[in-house]
């Protein structure tokens, strides 16, 4: 597609179930990123794809955080056993090189 | 030092009235800058790139002092539209693409 397909676009889920957030990047570009932005905060980095390098995992909270990245394209952020503090805007972007990102309108998350 | 620092405002300027955003950065190393805009409940987009030489597309202006690790955003006549928060984005330098955001500095431009 043209931008940076997120989905779902809203996710409520109760404390303790897992969920997965996915991405899909734009076509052709090599470098994909997780982010996370709770209300009136800033963006968080979580973890960055480039290539076939090993991903960039410096930025996650937990352990129970994990995410992949599928044949270079569609990535997915799991969250395991998920926790109120959790609740956030999750962002995912991509890039050709060091350009600029281009953010997909993000899978909002909220732990009841 | 934060890595990435501005003022968070919030700024409140009438129409047509010219404001400047401020912005200091910790990696020597970064190579890369840019200005982001996010409206409520928006993801960000691209304000612009940020170059050495400065830059400037239509009412923005764009600095960047490399000595002091500073980046600056200027809006002339500023419109109701402009309303927004404005964040400082810098790379990690190298071969990392990783961009680090600031906070943002709040805009709200008054009729």
């Known amino acids: 597609g043209a931008g940076v397909s997120q989905s779902p676009s809203n996710k409520v889920t109760e404390k303790g179930k897992d969920v997965e957030l996915r991405c899909d990047p734009i076509?052709?570009?090599?470098?994909l990123y997780w982010y996370r932005q709770s209300l009136g905060q800033g963006l968080e980095f979580l973890i960055y794809?480039?290539?076939?390098?090993?991903?960039?995992k410096s930025g996650l909270p937990s352990d129970r955080f994990s995410a992949e990245r599928t044949g270079g394209s569609v990535s997915t952020l799991t969250i395991q056993r998920t926790q109120q503090e959790d609740s956030a805007v999750y962002l995912c972007?991509?890039?050709?090189?060091?350009?600029?990102?281009?953010f997909g309108s993000g899978t909002r998350l909220t732990v009841v | 030092r934060k890595e990435v620092e501005q003022d968070p405002g919030p700024f409140n300027v009438p129409e047509g009235a010219t404001v400047a955003f401020n912005c200091t950065y910790s990696?020597?190393?970064?190579?890369?800058f840019f200005w982001y805009r996010q409206d409520c409940r928006k993801e960000p987009k691209l304000l612009m790139s940020?170059?050495?030489s400065g830059n400037e597309d239509g009412r923005f202006t764009a600095q960047l002092n490399r000595a002091s690790q500073y980046i600056s955003l200027l809006i002339r006549d500023s419109k109701l539209s402009d309303s927004a928060t404005y964040l400082c984005?810098?790379?990690?330098?190298?071969?990392?693409?990783?961009?680090?955001f600031g906070k943002g500095t709040l805009l709200t431009v008054n009729p």
């Open positions: 984005v810098v790379n990690q330098g190298g071969s990392n693409y990783k961009l680090t």
């Open positions: 794809f480039q290539g076939n390098s090993a991903p960039d």
């Open positions: 940020v170059y050495s």
């Open positions: 972007a991509s890039s050709l090189a060091a350009s600029g990102y281009t």
């Open positions: 076509s052709g570009h090599t470098a």
């Open positions: 990696n020597s190393a970064s190579q890369s």
